[in-house]
């Protein structure tokens, strides 16, 4: 089995530690698609090509958004340990099959702004139960609007009644079309339900509550509980767009990073963050979005955030399997 070895400048441990918390990154079914290989002078990321999901993500959009977000969560600890991350996003030939490469730029002192951003990796969540009847705050709101600004992105916020309802349309459509997807079913099978020993995956206790007709949105089935009289999903969430300023794998990564530092930005606040994923997963639905926005803006994701109750964290695997050696292309 690979093991971790120094790189940048830094010992072993620091780098197992480094990679960690780039391994707690969110992604579709917590399918955790990177891989990353060591090197002295750099550490590759690398998309799992064992973990796509064909039919839910089939333009491997989503799997590079999670990379990204587990980028930045790489880039957070290195900073903390006095390394400046220096990013080449799609290095080509540099790196055959990488998604990214990060060498060292230098040295940098955390400050106290990404010191939280860190602190609140290990404990973000994907929060599927219902949010509580409180509003997000315009300084909580403007936080993470700046949030995907540092990153290059854009984070709609749907506001209007109008954009809100439309929205709606748009989940409930995509969730119909993917309903009646036998592919994409299996796959939210797989990943779901009692998988006892599992290091993916959503379990029950992470799964939220079984949806139902009186949802103001509509919910993934992830196999949970059935709720409890009167625990229904909130009426009025904070849903926003994250959105790339261009299309296609570069766009997607950049978008992933801002996902995160939004993501972790929320849980810095205190709040809660899901995702309502199925429009940008269904192709026509996604360019029917990106025309609502303006047709500029490339829809990346959509998230529901609020305040609720703490959920248990989701399994990861192990560092030692995430690892691929110096002669490996990432088979699976």
Known sequence: MTEVTAALGLGPEQITSALTAASLAPSVHNTQPWRFRVGRDRIELHPDPCRKLAATDPEDRELRLSCGAALFNLRLALQ???????????????????????????????????????AAVPRRRTNRRPFLEAAVDFSQRHALVRAAELERSWLHVVTTPEQRAQLKRFV??????????????????????????????????????????????????????????????????????????????????????????????????????????????????????????????????????????????????PVAELLIDSEERAPC
């Open 80 to 118: 903390s340990m006095g390394v400046r991350p220096l990013v080449s996003m799609l290095p080509g030939h540099d790196a055959p099959g990488a998604l990214a490469v990060v060498r060292r730029g230098g040295t940098i002192k955390i400050d106290d702004e990404h010191r939280a951003l860190l």
């Open 172 to 317: 409930l459509q995509a969730h119909q079309i993917q309903l009646g997807d036998e592919g994409v079913q299996a796959e939210l099978a797989a990943f779901t339900g009692h998988r006892p020993g599992a290091a993916d995956g959503v379990p029950p206790a992470s799964a939220g509550v079984r949806p139902e007709m009186q949802d103001e949105w509509v919910f993934r089935d992830f196999q949970g509980p059935e709720r409890h009289p009167g625990k229904d999903y909130e009426s009025d969430p904070l849903v926003v767009v994250l959105c790339s300023h261009y299309d296609g794998p570069l766009g997607d990564l950049q978008a992933g990073q801002a996902m995160q530092r939004v993501l972790l930005t929320a849980t810095a606040h205190g709040l809660s963050a899901s995702f309502l994923s199925q429009p940008v997963e269904v192709r026509r639905v996604r360019e029917d979005l990106r025309r609502a926005l303006g047709g500029m803006l490339v829809p990346q994701t959509v998230l529901r955030l609020g305040f609720s109750t703490p959920v248990p964290a989701t399994p990861r695997r």
